[in-house]
């Protein structure tokens, strides 16, 4: 079947099975491998990517399902200069990432979180990310890079919009 | 100013954050082009005889290449054990033949052209597998009523140490013993296991796959296929974690290099987690008996811990884990008389291997929940007795009964500092009111002291290779034979060369894990790395210095003895001569300015600390929760303190989950009840507060550095701290003991009991 969608940014359609997973599809048909899959019962978040402004677990969306759709996955995050995303630049600041799996779905859950609630206490950053799981940080690394991320605004809650990752 | 010891962020992250790491699944290389998918068929039955294989319809399945079942690969010799200890009637075919022994034995290999396809395909295989009892505990394996292997005549797999004499505690005014199960948990690395593989004209083997230290994975692989080693190209790409789990080569990987060859095409091979919770290694699995006695006063005056190790199906690494628990029986402690002993145990199970920490938990778990029960019994603060029986500080080697020698510690001066930072009066102090008032929320206080040995020489010796080369560009390369997978070391290892060169770290490229270009390396485990890798890093830098020298006393006319570092250029000034210099770029214009070295370490270091865990308990529900974790934790100098601080936090989140959450579960009949994520409780954001860090730095005579280990620390101290904290708060209703994980039915139930015993 044809499935059509924008991916951080770019307009693409493809012939894909109707089975395969939108994670499958980010990773084998568009080669975007940024995008983990650490399990198989959408426990670990590693495959988080945004959805039409809204955190999904890809690993649990078929790809048919996000038929026009607007996706952002991690490699759609930096500026067109390669400016880091404000919670990009955050994790690196505050080491919020060692071995890098749980990254690129922490990064955007992370995000999530900042888009419900720009100025989240730790317990609020921690049941935000409770869907996320890291077996490096002990999540205190992170919770402190989510809430360095708050520190700059808005923006921190937000993907870039298509036209500014097609520039 | 020294870059060493300084907060410098990573320079593995940028990439991380934009582009994402490249793991073994994320590999896109021209020699993988049209690779197969390898799909293993596992046995769904923990023990049985293994009737028949029938593969047809799996191979008219749509994409299948080919299938291959026990009697498809003949030629292949069984895998050894590499253990002297093991009896080699234990040894593992790679394809089960005669029998099935643990839910995830490999029955058969389905190879497809699609990643979908292979899972379709392998659930036609038809396996009919006679039923036998499963073994699932150490105590039915004991028994050797079921054997796993009837050839061996025993379950027992290997032995270690001799009864305590029976006058062992002859004298001791209290003996207190206790039956304690130190669980067996899941690694759970983020990534599963990967492995690729293709074979090139030349007749070598590039095989790509996740690990902690190509070499060693290089080596086994070459020996269970029967390669020469010259004919295996290991690359280890970006590693999601390994925690241990990702020592060495699991067969898998060999399996997928020998199924390359048969095919004639590159092969991968991706596990799902379901398949990772039952096929990777699982770590602890302890059954412990600890016997503790000494006087009133709170001295300790004997101390015995009787072990059992579950080691799975076949054997694996955790064959040997009792010996670094019994090495490290003694722990910081000065009890005059230690005695351990252990057996190592075969169960229809999947097998034991190294889990952050590997064996040293284990050993600080049964002594710090001993000393707790030792406090209880006499009615001493469990404060006081640590303190009352810790090797006082030392910077002479230490010996103890056990057999371990401590390069240097301050074991009081650790439990102080954690006390205090803890506000340990005051806790006591709102734990009495909190039991005078009878809240339902009681507060529990734990504490723990450890000390565990890193660096040790696991075989492969305690040493390290580098190789370090400036280039004209004003650019350096380090080789490590170490592997991070995590941990930093792109960062660290241009620290320490940045740090003697005057190269900025960001100039410098650290490169692992590919055998090719480093032929040797003891890969990244036990806590080694900084110690053996970051010295050699060091230490190459010191040579390149003086082959610098010569060359530029050369090249300047000045005795090299007048030519001194000149951090600011990066390269070498004439002293007394100012405007005179050459930088390490210069040098390498007309020739390769490099030098490969070997660090090797005299000796394994201690490092040390001690924990407080504060813990809030419902006594209705059962329910626990950890307020705080605050930790002092002696690793020696410390090179980049947010490297081990995240080493750190991340030991705690792994300790504190072993002792409220975390546990592999068997029904009677072997079946797994944990083999996804929705079961196997993985610690979660939630379940966890931020920590308190303490820092104390004791530094190490051992190498250059002063430098000890930090990858283990936070899980050997916090899991006994956790549990001691738990057991703390409700020890006012009458509880003793509970087992980890302190589940609240554990907790609940352990209430209702003692209150029951208290009111007959």
Same mark, same amino acid.
């Given at each position: 079947?044809?499935?059509?969608?924008?991916?951080?940014?770019?307009?693409?359609?493809?012939?894909?099975?109707?089975?395969?997973?939108?994670?499958?599809?980010?990773?084998?048909?568009?080669?975007?491998?940024?995008?983990?899959?650490?399990?198989?019962?959408?426990?670990?978040?590693?495959?988080?990517?945004?959805?039409?402004?809204?955190?999904?677990?890809?690993?649990?969306?078929?790809?048919?399902?996000?038929?026009?759709?607007?996706?952002?996955?991690?490699?759609?995050?930096?500026?067109?200069?390669?400016?880091?995303?404000?919670?990009?630049?955050?994790?690196?600041?505050?080491?919020?990432?060692?071995?890098?799996?749980?990254?690129?779905?922490?990064?955007?859950?992370?995000?999530?979180?900042?888009?419900?609630?720009?100025?989240?206490?730790?317990?609020?950053?921690?049941?935000?990310?409770?869907?996320?799981?890291?077996?490096?940080?002990?999540?205190?690394?992170?919770?402190?890079?989510?809430?360095?991320?708050?520190?700059?605004?808005?923006?921190?809650?937000?993907?870039?919009?298509?036209?500014?990752?097609?520039? | 100013?020294?870059?060493?010891?300084?907060?410098?962020?990573?320079?593995?992250?940028?990439?991380?954050?934009?582009?994402?790491?490249?793991?073994?699944?994320?590999?896109?290389?021209?020699?993988?082009?049209?690779?197969?998918?390898?799909?293993?068929?596992?046995?769904?039955?923990?023990?049985?005889?293994?009737?028949?294989?029938?593969?047809?319809?799996?191979?008219?399945?749509?994409?299948?290449?080919?299938?291959?079942?026990?009697?498809?690969?003949?030629?292949?010799?069984?895998?050894?054990?590499?253990?002297?200890?093991?009896?080699?009637?234990?040894?593992?075919?790679?394809?089960?033949?005669?029998?099935? *022994?643990? %839910?995830?034995?490999? @029955? #058969?290999? +389905?190879?497809? !052209?699609? $990643?979908?396809?292979?899972?379709?395909?392998? =659930?036609?295989?038809?396996?009919?597998?006679?039923?036998?009892?499963?073994?699932?505990?150490?105590?039915?394996?004991?028994?050797?009523?079921?054997?796993?292997?009837?050839?061996?005549?025993?379950?027992?797999?290997?032995?270690?140490?001799?009864?305590?004499?029976?006058?062992?505690?002859?004298?001791?005014?209290?003996?207190?013993?206790? *039956?304690? %199960?130190?669980?067996? @948990? #899941?690694? +759970?690395?983020? !990534?599963? $296991?990967?492995?690729?593989?293709?074979?090139? =004209?030349?007749?070598?083997?590039?095989?790509?796959?996740?690990?902690?230290?190509?070499?060693?994975?290089?080596?086994?692989?070459?020996?269970?296929?029967?390669?020469?080693?010259?004919?295996?190209?290991?690359?280890?790409?970006?590693?999601?974690?390994?925690?241990?789990?990702?020592?060495?080569?699991?067969?898998?990987?060999?399996?997928?290099?020998?199924?390359?060859?048969?095919?004639?095409?590159?092969?991968?091979?991706?596990?799902?987690?379901?398949?990772?919770?039952?096929?990777?290694?699982?770590?602890?699995?302890?059954?412990?008996?600890?016997?503790?006695?000494?006087?009133?006063?709170?001295?300790?005056?004997?101390?015995?811990?009787?072990?059992?190790?579950?080691?799975?199906?076949?054997?694996?690494?955790?064959?040997?884990?009792?010996?670094?628990?019994?090495?490290?029986?003694?722990?910081?402690?000065?009890?005059?008389?230690?005695?351990?002993?252990?057996?190592?145990?075969?169960?229809?199970?999947?097998?034991?291997?190294?889990?952050?920490?590997?064996?040293?938990?284990?050993?600080?778990?049964?002594?710090?929940?001993?000393?707790?029960?030792?406090?209880?019994?006499?009615?001493?603060?469990?404060?006081?007795?640590?303190?009352?029986?810790?090797?006082?500080?030392?910077?002479?080697?230490?010996?103890?009964?056990?057999?371990?020698?401590?390069?240097?510690?301050?074991?009081?001066?650790?439990?102080?500092?954690?006390?205090?930072?803890?506000?340990?009066?005051?806790?006591?102090?709102?734990?009495?009111?909190?039991?005078?008032?009878?809240?339902?929320?009681?507060?529990?206080?734990?504490?723990?002291?450890?000390?565990?040995?890193?660096?040790?020489?696991?075989?492969?010796?305690?040493?390290?290779?580098?190789?370090?080369?400036?280039?004209?560009?004003?650019?350096?390369?380090?080789?490590?034979?170490?592997?991070?997978?995590?941990?930093?070391?792109?960062?660290?290892?241009?620290?320490?060369?940045?740090?003697?060169?005057?190269?900025?770290?960001?100039?410098?490229?650290?490169?692992?894990?590919?055998?090719?270009?480093?032929?040797?390396?003891?890969?990244?485990?036990?806590?080694?790395?900084?110690?053996?890798?970051?010295?050699?890093?060091?230490?190459?830098?010191?040579?390149?210095?003086?082959?610098?020298?010569?060359?530029?006393?050369?090249?300047?006319?000045?005795?090299?003895?007048?030519?001194?570092?000149?951090?600011?250029?990066?390269?070498?000034?004439?002293?007394?001569?100012?405007?005179?210099?050459?930088?390490?770029?210069?040098?390498?214009?007309?020739?390769?300015?490099?030098?490969?070295?070997?660090?090797?370490?005299?000796?394994?270091?201690?490092?040390?600390?001690?924990?407080?865990?504060?813990?809030?308990?419902?006594?209705?529900?059962?329910?626990?929760?950890?307020?705080?974790?605050?930790?002092?934790?002696?690793?020696?100098?410390?090179?980049?303190?947010?490297?081990?601080?995240?080493?750190?936090?991340?030991?705690?989140?792994?300790?504190?989950?072993?002792?409220?959450?975390?546990?592999?579960?068997?029904?009677?009949?072997?079946?797994?009840?944990?083999?996804?994520?929705?079961?196997?409780?993985?610690?979660?954001?939630?379940?966890?507060?931020?920590?308190?860090?303490?820092?104390?730095?004791?530094?190490?005579?051992?190498?250059?550095?002063?430098?000890?280990?930090?990858?283990?620390?936070?899980?050997?101290?916090?899991?006994?701290?956790?549990?001691?904290?738990?057991?703390?708060?409700?020890?006012?209703?009458?509880?003793?003991?509970?087992?980890?994980?302190?589940?609240?039915?554990?907790?609940?139930?352990?209430?209702?009991?003692?209150?029951?015993?208290?009111?007959?």
């Amino acid at each position: 079947m044809k499935v059509s969608m924008t991916v951080n940014g770019q307009q693409r359609t493809d012939e894909v099975e109707p089975r395969l997973l939108l994670a499958h599809y980010l990773r084998e048909v568009c080669g975007l491998k940024a995008t983990n899959i650490g399990c198989d019962t959408t426990s670990c978040g590693a495959c988080t990517v945004v959805v039409d402004g809204l955190t999904v677990k890809s690993c649990t969306v078929l790809a048919a399902q996000a038929d026009g759709a607007q996706v952002t996955t991690l490699e759609g995050l930096a500026g067109p200069d390669g400016e880091l995303h404000p919670v990009q630049r955050a994790f690196r600041e505050e080491h919020g990432l060692q071995c890098g799996f749980c990254t690129p779905g922490m990064v955007m859950a992370a995000i999530g979180v900042l888009a419900d609630n720009p100025d989240p206490s730790d317990r609020e950053v921690r049941e935000g990310l409770e869907g996320n799981l890291c077996r490096c940080t002990g999540y205190h690394n992170i919770v402190r890079a989510v809430r360095t991320a708050a520190q700059a605004g808005p923006t921190a809650g937000q993907v870039p919009q298509a036209q500014e990752v097609q520039a | 100013m020294s870059i060493l010891g300084t907060r410098v962020v990573r320079t593995e992250d940028p990439l991380f954050l934009t582009r994402g790491a490249t793991y073994t699944d994320d590999l896109v290389d021209d020699r993988l082009t049209g690779a197969l998918h390898a799909t293993f068929v596992r046995s769904q039955v923990a023990h049985g005889r293994l009737l028949s294989v029938d593969a047809s319809a799996a191979r008219e399945a749509p994409g299948v290449v080919a299938v291959f079942t026990a009697e498809d690969c003949t030629d292949l010799a069984p895998i050894p054990a590499g253990l002297p200890m093991v009896p080699p009637a234990m040894i593992r075919p790679w394809l089960a033949t005669d029998a099935v *022994r643990f %839910v995830g034995d490999i @029955v #058969a290999v +389905v190879l497809t !052209e699609e $990643r979908y396809q292979g899972e379709d395909a392998a =659930e036609l295989v038809s396996v009919d597998v006679d039923p036998l009892p499963a073994v699932v505990t150490t105590a039915d394996s004991a028994r050797d009523e079921v054997l796993l292997f009837p050839e061996a005549g025993t379950n027992v797999m290997a032995a270690f140490g001799e009864p305590a004499p029976e006058d062992f505690f002859v004298g001791c005014e209290v003996v207190v013993t206790q *039956r304690m %199960v130190n669980q067996r @948990v #899941a690694p +759970v690395p983020l !990534e599963t $296991r990967a492995a690729a593989a293709a074979w090139g =004209e030349d007749g070598r083997v590039t095989i790509w796959c996740t690990n902690q230290g190509a070499q060693q994975a290089k080596g086994e692989i070459a020996g269970w296929l029967g390669l020469d080693p010259a004919r295996v190209h290991l690359v280890t790409p970006d590693v999601g974690g390994g925690f241990g789990a990702k020592i060495g080569a699991d067969p898998e990987y060999a399996f997928v290099a020998w199924l390359a060859q048969q095919a004639g095409r590159p092969v991968r091979w991706t596990e799902s987690r379901s398949e990772n919770l039952v096929g990777m290694l699982h770590g602890r699995g302890q059954d412990q008996v600890v016997t503790i006695g000494g006087r009133r006063d709170g001295t300790i005056e004997a101390y015995s811990l009787v072990v059992d190790q579950d080691c799975g199906a076949y054997p694996r690494v955790g064959i040997i884990l009792p010996t670094l628990t019994m090495l490290m029986a003694a722990a910081t402690y000065a009890f005059p008389k230690v005695h351990a002993q252990a057996r190592a145990l075969a169960t229809n199970t999947t097998s034991i291997g190294a889990y952050r920490g590997a064996g040293r938990p284990e050993a600080t778990a049964a002594v710090e929940r001993s000393i707790d029960l030792f406090a209880a019994e006499i009615g001493m603060d469990p404060a006081e007795v640590r303190r009352k029986n810790l090797v006082p500080a030392f910077s002479e080697p230490h010996t103890t009964p056990s057999g371990a020698t401590y390069d240097s510690g301050e074991y009081v001066a650790a439990l102080d500092k954690a006390l205090e930072a803890a506000g340990y009066a005051e806790l006591r102090a709102e734990q009495t009111r909190r039991r005078e008032r009878g809240d339902v929320r009681q507060l529990g206080i734990g504490l723990s002291t450890y000390v565990e040995i890193t660096g040790a020489d696991t075989g492969l010796g305690a040493a390290e290779s580098a190789e370090l080369e400036v280039h004209p560009d004003g650019t350096a390369t380090v080789l490590t034979g170490t592997s991070p997978h995590g941990q930093g070391h792109a960062t660290a290892w241009a620290m320490l060369a940045s740090d003697q060169l005057g190269i900025p770290v960001e100039k410098i490229t650290v490169l692992h894990g590919d055998t090719d270009r480093i032929p040797r390396g003891g890969g990244t485990m036990g806590s080694r790395s900084l110690q053996q890798g970051g010295a050699a890093v060091h230490q190459a830098a010191t040579e390149l210095i003086e082959v610098a020298k010569q060359r530029a006393a050369e090249q300047l006319e000045a005795d090299p003895a007048d030519l001194q570092v000149d951090l600011t250029s990066a390269g070498l000034s004439v002293r007394g001569t100012p405007g005179a210099g050459i930088t390490f770029a210069q040098l390498a214009e007309k020739e390769p300015l490099v030098v490969q070295t070997r660090f090797e370490a005299a000796a394994p270091t201690f490092p040390f600390g001690a924990h407080v865990a504060v813990v809030e308990v419902d006594v209705e529900s059962g329910k626990a929760e950890l307020q705080r974790l605050v930790a002092v934790d002696d690793a020696g100098v410390i090179v980049n303190p947010l490297l081990a601080e995240g080493q750190r936090h991340g030991g705690f989140a792994q300790g504190v989950a072993q002792a409220l959450l975390e546990e592999v579960l068997y029904d009677a009949d072997g079946n797994p009840q944990t083999s996804t994520l929705a079961d196997y409780p993985f610690v979660s954001a939630t379940e966890l507060p931020s920590f308190e860090l303490v820092d104390m730095a004791t530094p190490t005579p051992i190498n250059p550095l002063g430098a000890k280990g930090i990858g283990e620390a936070g899980t050997i101290g916090s899991t006994p701290a956790v549990h001691n904290a738990v057991i703390d708060a409700v020890a006012h209703l009458g509880v003793r003991h509970v087992d980890m994980p302190t589940t609240p039915m554990r907790v609940w139930r352990a209430i209702q009991q003692a209150q029951q015993e208290g009111t007959h």
